[in-house]
């Protein structure tokens, strides 16, 4: 028997929004992490030039010598972009500064949109048996994050607790669409999951309730708290499920992480 809770090839899930500052690779870094502590294996591509994710996984400068610079640019092989980080089932492709170039160095490249995409669906990819490859986005919709999304099978968007959250949303849903007309039909939305969330703010619940009034089923039944330990964890290199288990960030994570794998058993049967 096939089991339905295990992804045929890797799920590609970008996640991003324009805003900075929204939880977009905190929530990359604890949902891998997530997804790893219950035996899947996960790739986290770091999209962004900030390198945070590669930073937040215990990837330091010296040790990004391949990057997804390399690998959208200069066509580097997978097995010298993916490092393993030192959780298990975690691996990365990290990325520098460098990959601020990235945008208009490759202008002229006619497949410029479809780089990620085609990087990614290589043979060599089988090897590695991923069940989830994680895109962490930069800020904005640029064509690192449209790579992200032509390359992806859905967007997971964090949406941060706080008033204006729902503004930039109509910019980054017309983007998928305008995806979705154009290199990727079946681009779906995976979710938008509510970040630093503060439930004795009132503001914070406006925001849930606009969320769900709006964007209805979209929006996760898991919320991330805003809680100082999942903030803390990047400093030591490591995501809030190793640096405090049982914080309650660790445990939203591993909320959301169980919706998303529901999520695949959803469209699977
Ligand atoms: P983005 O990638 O969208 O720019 P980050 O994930 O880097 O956003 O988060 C922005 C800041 O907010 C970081 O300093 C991060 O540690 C902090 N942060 C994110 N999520 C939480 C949370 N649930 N509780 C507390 N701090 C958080
Ligand atoms: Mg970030």
Known sequence: MTDLSRPVGPRIIAVANQKGGVGKTTTTINLAAALAEQDRRVLVVDLDPQGNAST???IETA???ATTYELLVDDAALDEVIQD???ENLAIIPATVDLSSADIELIANEKRSFLLHDALRQVAMDA???DYILIDCPPSLNLLTVNAMVAAHS???PLQSEFFALEGLSQLMLTIREVRQTAN????IEGVVLTMFDRRNNLSQQVEQDARDNLGDLVFATIIPRNVRVSEAPSFAMPV???DPTSQGAKAYRALAQEV???QKKQAA
């Open 241 to 243: 499920l190793s640096y």
């Open 261 to 263: 794998m529901r999520n």
């Open 63 to 65: 040790q990004r010598i």
């Open 56 to 58: 937040g996984l215990g």
């Open 155 to 157: 967007v997971l968007v």
């Open 85 to 87: 980080t030192s959780i």
């Open 128 to 130: 590695y048996a991923f």
């Open 185 to 188: 039909p079946t681009l779906r």
